[in-house]
């Protein structure tokens, strides 16, 4: 497995490799679902193509009040995890090598980033887009792995890939949770044990609401329940069209029913499937 540190290795190594590059970006603190997203994507290449997996802590996706300082960077443990996974080049460059410090151009997207997590995290998608459009101009992959855990940032970017016209596939990854139905995230680190067993309601409570026939029932449902999470704060549960993130009319188009409470110091987000009723 190789380690690139910076975009002219990267660029050396690209020249001679295979014409199938499938790329997993991450923020490192890999866990069980960004090594199923590496094992997915070494699986879907095929034996001749290559699995690229990036590791960095963008700065401009974090809020001025965020984690980026304490987001922990575990690098040989997520080597281990990429080579054990199945990557065959991992790219890991330094803040100072993916922005200059006199940056002036960005990537918006100026509909989807406005709902759910983009009224509490403002400036957050355009970080995300920007830092995945220059991966993607980096690395220039043929296929991007994305996991639905972060169901918004997958439509986000389904939509600037389409919007730029990207040649590049993106491939939706179904969230890996831990037993308990707890979705797993580097951020669950964060819980104390009493919060840790408490997390597990988030899911289930997201599972019991989409019960409900109608939109309205399923949000009035979800939202007192989550609020009843003891130390739980909701930031907000909506059901929202999968496509176009906005309010969902009526269970006869499929629906995301999306969540983000926060837990402690933690900031837990969640979504499920609202399939179409007859
Ligand atoms: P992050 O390191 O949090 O930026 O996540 C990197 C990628 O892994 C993103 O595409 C996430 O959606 C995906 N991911 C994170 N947690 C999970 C999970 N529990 N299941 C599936 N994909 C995940």
């Excluded at 590496?38 to 965020?66: D, H, W, Y």
Aim: aromatic content about 6%; charged content about 25%.
């Amino acid at each position: 497995m190789k380690v690139a540190k910076t975009i002219s290795a990267l660029r050396t190594w690209r020249k001679n490799a295979s014409t199938r590059i499938f790329l997993v970006p991450t923020m490192g603190a890999l866990h069980a679902g960004h090594a199923a997203l590496i094992r997915s994507a070494r699986k879907a290449v095929g034996p001749r193509g290559c699995v690229v997996v990036s590791l960095f802590v963008n700065p401009t996706q974090f809020g001025p009040k965020e984690d980026f300082a304490s987001y922990p960077r575990p690098l040989r443990r997520d080597l281990a995890v990429c080579r054990k996974a199945g990557a065959d080049v991992v790219f890991t460059p330094g803040v100072g090598e993916m922005y200059a410090q006199d940056r002036s151009i960005t990537v918006e997207e100026s509909s989807l980033s406005r709902a759910l997590c983009g009224r509490s995290r403002p400036g957050h998608f355009q970080g995300v887009c920007t830092v995945v459009a220059k991966l993607f101009l980096a690395v220039q992959p043929t296929h991007a792995i994305f996991g639905e855990k972060d169901w918004q940032q997958l439509a986000i970017l389904r939509r600037m890939v389409r919007d730029l016209n990207f040649p590049i596939t993106i491939i939706a990854h179904p969230t890996i949770r831990e037993p308990d139905g707890l979705a797993i995230s580097s951020r669950n680190a964060y819980l104390t044990p009493i919060e840790r067993s408490r997390a597990p309601r988030i899911h289930e409570v997201l599972q019991c609401a989409a019960q409900k026939r109608t939109p309205t029932g399923i949000e009035r449902f979800a939202r007192k329940a989550l609020s009843a999470i003891p130390g739980a704060r909701l930031d907000y549960v909506e059901a929202v069209e999968a496509d176009t993130l906005t309010p969902l009319k009526s269970r006869k188009r499929p629906g995301r029913l999306a969540a983000a409470v926060f837990l402690g110091k933690a900031r837990l987000i969640d979504n499920i499937p609202l399939l179409v009723l007859t």
